[in-house]
């Protein structure tokens, strides 16, 4: 499956912006999704991820009631809608699919093997 971020940008402190990440090849419906940011010097980690059908949803505890992830499975596109946005929450957002079925891993990068190419979010103070 090919991954297309979209959606990054500049915005103040408090403000919002909705991430785009449309799939295309495999069935899109078969893979979990998840949201991943790599702020500059510092290690990628885990933001948000939602299930093959959208049932279940995980947030880190960092964008927890800020952050909500979505996805449309007949348009094969995964949202990160961002809220109440921090300079803290500056980095490259990137979008991964997840082939497996274990969902106490949704959380760790190794289980994603596909990876969109990242779009940068910048949060001015």
């Known amino acids: 499956v090919q991954l297309q971020a979209s959606g990054g940008g500049l915005v103040q402190a408090g403000g919002s912006l909705r991430l785009s990440c449309a799939a295309s090849g495999r069935s899109f419906n078969s893979y979990h999704m998840g949201w991943f940011r790599q702020a500059p010097g510092k290690e990628r980690e885990f933001v948000a991820a939602i299930t093959k059908t959208g049932g279940v949803t995980d947030y880190a505890d960092s964008v927890k009631g800020r952050f909500t992830i979505s996805r449309d499975n007949a348009k094969n596109t995964v949202y990160l809608q961002m809220n109440s946005l921090k300079p803290d929450d500056t980095a490259v957002y990137y979008c991964?699919?997840?082939?497996?079925?274990?969902?106490?891993?949704?959380?760790?990068?190794?289980?994603?093997?596909?990876w969109g190419q990242g779009t940068l979010v910048t949060v001015s103070s």
């Open positions: 991964a699919a997840n082939g497996g079925s274990d969902l106490s891993q949704l959380r760790y990068l190794s289980k994603y093997a596909y």
